[in-house]
C-alpha cells in the first residue's frame, strides 16, 4: 500500500522532510520512503490513499499512561479536599481503584484507546492498579487494545498497601501476563513487570518481583520519588534513599521505567545513569498533584534516557509536548530552553523507551520502522519545513489537527471517524458503568 500527497516528517535517525512525499508499506512495516511522484509511478498497481495535502508525522508515544484513570473524569471527591499528594492517592487513587470491576477495567481502557486514536497517540506503555480485581485484569486491558488496533505494553502494578494476598495476586498477573504475551509474541501487544512505588512495597516483595522478573526476562515499569512520601518512607524504614534501594533491591537496569523522579538527587541521578535506568517525566501530573518539578535537564545532560508520558491525564501527547516545553522555560527562567531538551525527550528519547519492548523502530517512518502514522489537516499560515517543524508543532498543530491514524498499514480513523471501534455505543456503556461505580465510591 502507499501512503502519501503531503508534506511528510520521518523524523529518526535520517529524518528527511519531503514536500510531497509518500511511504510504502508491506507487512505492518515502512517498506520505503521517496517522493509521492516517484512512488505512484513506480508502484502504479498498488493500492494507495492521497493525503491530499495533508501533512504526515509518525504516530505520536506516550511512555506512561494509566488507563483506569478513565473514570475518574467529571467525578467528585467526598468530603474535603486532598492537601497533599499521599492525601490525594488515599482519598482519591486508592479508593477508586478498589471500586474497579472486570467490566470497567474494560471499558475505561477503551475510554482511554479512543482518545488515543483521536489524539493520533498509537503507542503506549500502561500501568494497571485493580486490587479487589487483579487476576485477568491484564487480559481484559488487552482485549480492548486488540480490538482498538493500536500497540500497547502492559503491567500490574504491584503493591503491598492492600495486604499480601493482593500482593501475591500482583505478582503472579505479572508473570503470567509476562508469559502469555512472550507465546503469543505480537507486534502490538507486549508486557513488562509492574510495580508501585518504593513506598508501598515490602523487602520481601521487592525480592520477589526482582526474581520473578528476572526469570522472565523483564525489566519493571514503578513510579520512584514522585512525592517526597516516597524518600522519607525509604529512609526512615531502610536509611536509604529511594533509588539506592532499588539499586540494591536489583529493581533498577537498562529495561526499567523510573517513572516521574522528581525528588532525587544528584548521587541518585548518577545511579540512574550508571544503571542504564530510563525515566519518564510527566509535567502535566505533576503539576496537577503539585508535587514539583523533575530535574529533566539535569538527566538529559548527564546522558539518562529521559522520555515523556501522560500518566492518565489524557492520551494527548500533542498538548504533553507543550506541557513540557513551556513548564521547561518557566521553571529555569530562561526563555532559551526548551527547545533541544524537547527533541531529545520525546524525538530521540520515546523511541529508544520504545524500542525496549518492541522488535521494530516507532516514532519514525524509516525504512523497517512500524508504519505507523498520522494525517494531519493543518494548512500552515507561514511556510513549513524540517528546520521549523516544532515551532508549528509547539505553536500551533494540536490533537484536533489529527484526520487519519494508520497502525501497521491499517486505518484506525479515516477522516476523523474512528474504523475500528463503535465510540458511541462505548461512550454511552462507560457513562452507565462510570455513574455505578462513583456511587460505589
Given at each position: 500500500?502507499?501512503?502519501?500527497?503531503?508534506?511528510?516528517?520521518?523524523?529518526?535517525?535520517?529524518?528527511?522532510?519531503?514536500?510531497?512525499?509518500?511511504?510504502?508499506?508491506?507487512?505492518?512495516?515502512?517498506?520505503?520512503?521517496?517522493?509521492?511522484?516517484?512512488?505512484?509511478?513506480?508502484?502504479?498497481?498498488?493500492?494507495?490513499?492521497?493525503?491530499?495535502?495533508?501533512?504526515?508525522?509518525?504516530?505520536?508515544?506516550?511512555?506512561?499512561?494509566?488507563?483506569?484513570?478513565?473514570?475518574?473524569?467529571?467525578?467528585?471527591?467526598?468530603?474535603?479536599?486532598?492537601?497533599?499528594?499521599?492525601?490525594?492517592l488515599q482519598d482519591l487513587?486508592?479508593?477508586?481503584?478498589?471500586?474497579?470491576?472486570?467490566?470497567?477495567?474494560?471499558?475505561?481502557?477503551?475510554?482511554?484507546?479512543?482518545?488515543?486514536?483521536?489524539?493520533?497517540?498509537?503507542?503506549?506503555?500502561?500501568?494497571?492498579?485493580?486490587?479487589?480485581?487483579?487476576?485477568?485484569?491484564?487480559?481484559?486491558?488487552?482485549?480492548?487494545?486488540?480490538?482498538?488496533?493500536?500497540?500497547?505494553?502492559?503491567?500490574?502494578?504491584?503493591?503491598?498497601?492492600?495486604?499480601?494476598?493482593?500482593?501475591?495476586?500482583?505478582?503472579?498477573?505479572?508473570?503470567?501476563?509476562?508469559?502469555?504475551?512472550?507465546?503469543?509474541?505480537?507486534?502490538?501487544?507486549?508486557?513488562?513487570?509492574?510495580?508501585?512505588?518504593?513506598?508501598?512495597?515490602?523487602?520481601?516483595?521487592?525480592i520477589s518481583a526482582r526474581?520473578?522478573?528476572?526469570?522472565?526476562?523483564?525489566?519493571?515499569?514503578?513510579?520512584?520519588?514522585?512525592?517526597?512520601?516516597?524518600?522519607?518512607?525509604?529512609?526512615?524504614?531502610?536509611?536509604?534513599?529511594?533509588?539506592?534501594?532499588?539499586?540494591?533491591?536489583?529493581?533498577?537496569?537498562?529495561?526499567?521505567?523510573?517513572?516521574?523522579?522528581?525528588?532525587?538527587?544528584?548521587?541518585?541521578?548518577?545511579?540512574?545513569?550508571?544503571?542504564?535506568?530510563?525515566?519518564?517525566?510527566?509535567?502535566?501530573?505533576?503539576?496537577?498533584?503539585?508535587?514539583?518539578?523533575?530535574?529533566?535537564?539535569?538527566?538529559?545532560?548527564?546522558?539518562?534516557?529521559?522520555?515523556?508520558?501522560?500518566?492518565?491525564?489524557?492520551?494527548?501527547?500533542?498538548?504533553?509536548?507543550?506541557?513540557?516545553?513551556?513548564?521547561?522555560?518557566?521553571?529555569?527562567?530562561?526563555?532559551?530552553?526548551?527547545?533541544?531538551?524537547?527533541?531529545?525527550?520525546?524525538?530521540?528519547?520515546?523511541?529508544?523507551?520504545?524500542?525496549?519492548?518492541?522488535?521494530?523502530?516507532?516514532?519514525?517512518?524509516?525504512?523497517?520502522?512500524?508504519?505507523?502514522?498520522?494525517?494531519?489537516?493543518?494548512?500552515?499560515?507561514?511556510?513549513?519545513?524540517?528546520?521549523?517543524?516544532?515551532?508549528?508543532?509547539?505553536?500551533?498543530?494540536?490533537?484536533?489537527?489529527?484526520?487519519?491514524?494508520?497502525?501497521?498499514?491499517?486505518?484506525?480513523?479515516?477522516?476523523?471517524?474512528?474504523?475500528?471501534?463503535?465510540?458511541?455505543?462505548?461512550?454511552?456503556?462507560?457513562?452507565?458503568?462510570?455513574?455505578?461505580?462513583?456511587?460505589?465510591?
Amino acid at each position: 500500500m502507499l501512503i502519501g500527497g503531503g508534506p511528510l516528517f520521518t523524523f529518526g535517525k535520517e529524518d528527511i522532510f519531503l514536500e510531497n512525499g509518500g511511504v510504502r508499506v508491506e507487512g505492518g512495516l515502512v517498506k520505503e520512503v521517496d517522493s509521492w511522484t516517484s512512488l505512484r509511478k513506480k508502484f502504479p498497481q498498488e493500492e494507495f490513499f492521497d493525503t491530499q495535502g495533508g501533512v504526515i508525522i509518525p504516530g505520536m508515544t506516550c511512555a506512561h499512561h494509566h488507563f483506569y484513570s478513565s473514570f475518574a473524569r467529571g467525578m467528585s471527591l467526598k468530603g474535603k479536599s486532598p492537601r497533599n499528594f499521599g492525601e490525594i492517592l488515599q482519598d482519591l487513587w486508592w479508593s477508586l481503584d478498589k471500586k474497579l470491576t472486570p467490566e470497567d477495567i474494560y471499558f475505561s481502557a477503551l475510554v482511554a484507546l479512543i482518545d488515543a486514536i483521536k489524539c493520533g497517540t498509537t503507542s503506549i506503555l500502561d500501568h494497571h492498579a485493580s486490587p479487589k480485581s487483579i487476576k485477568g485484569s491484564l487480559r481484559m486491558i488487552a482485549q480492548a487494545v486488540k480490538k482498538a488496533g493500536v500497540r500497547a505494553c502492559l503491567c500490574y502494578e504491584v503493591s503491598d498497601r492492600d495486604g499480601p494476598q493482593a500482593a501475591k495476586e500482583g505478582l503472579e498477573e505479572n508473570a503470567d501476563f509476562l508469559r502469555e504475551t512472550k507465546i503469543e509474541d505480537s507486534d502490538f501487544l507486549k508486557a513488562t513487570f509492574g510495580l508501585h512505588a518504593s513506598f508501598t512495597l515490602s523487602q520481601e516483595t521487592l525480592i520477589s518481583a526482582r526474581d520473578m522478573a528476572s526469570a522472565l526476562g523483564a525489566g519493571f515499569h514503578i513510579h520512584v520519588a514522585e512525592g517526597e512520601e516516597d524518600q522519607e518512607d525509604s529512609l526512615r524504614s531502610y536509611g536509604k534513599r529511594v533509588i539506592e534501594r532499588l539499586r540494591d533491591s536489583g529493581i533498577l537496569g537498562e529495561k526499567t521505567l523510573a517513572i516521574h523522579c522528581i525528588h532525587v538527587d544528584q548521587r541518585e541521578i548518577g545511579i540512574l545513569k550508571d544503571t542504564k535506568t530510563m525515566v519518564v517525566h510527566n509535567p502535566s501530573s505533576n503539576m496537577n498533584n503539585a508535587v514539583g518539578y523533575a530535574p529533566v535537564e539535569e538527566m538529559i545532560s548527564r546522558g539518562i534516557t529521559c522520555g515523556l508520558g501522560t500518566d492518565g491525564m489524557s492520551s494527548d501527547m500533542f498538548q504533553e509536548l507543550k506541557t513540557a516545553f513551556f513548564l521547561l522555560k518557566h521553571q529555569s527562567r530562561d526563555p532559551r530552553k526548551g527547545w533541544e531538551e524537547i527533541q531529545k525527550i520525546y524525538f530521540q528519547n520515546n523511541p529508544k523507551i520504545f524500542a525496549k519492548f518492541f522488535p521494530h523502530p516507532l516514532g519514525s517512518l524509516s525504512p523497517g520502522s512500524y508504519a505507523d502514522m498520522v494525517v494531519l489537516d493543518y494548512d500552515p499560515p507561514t511556510p513549513l519545513n524540517r528546520e521549523n517543524f516544532l515551532g508549528h508543532l509547539l505553536f500551533a498543530i494540536q490533537s484536533r489537527n489529527v484526520r487519519d491514524v494508520i497502525v501497521g498499514g491499517n486505518f484506525l480513523m479515516r477522516d476523523r471517524q474512528i474504523l475500528t471501534l463503535d465510540e458511541g455505543e462505548v461512550l454511552k456503556e462507560s457513562r452507565k458503568l462510570a455513574l455505578k461505580l462513583w456511587e460505589r465510591f
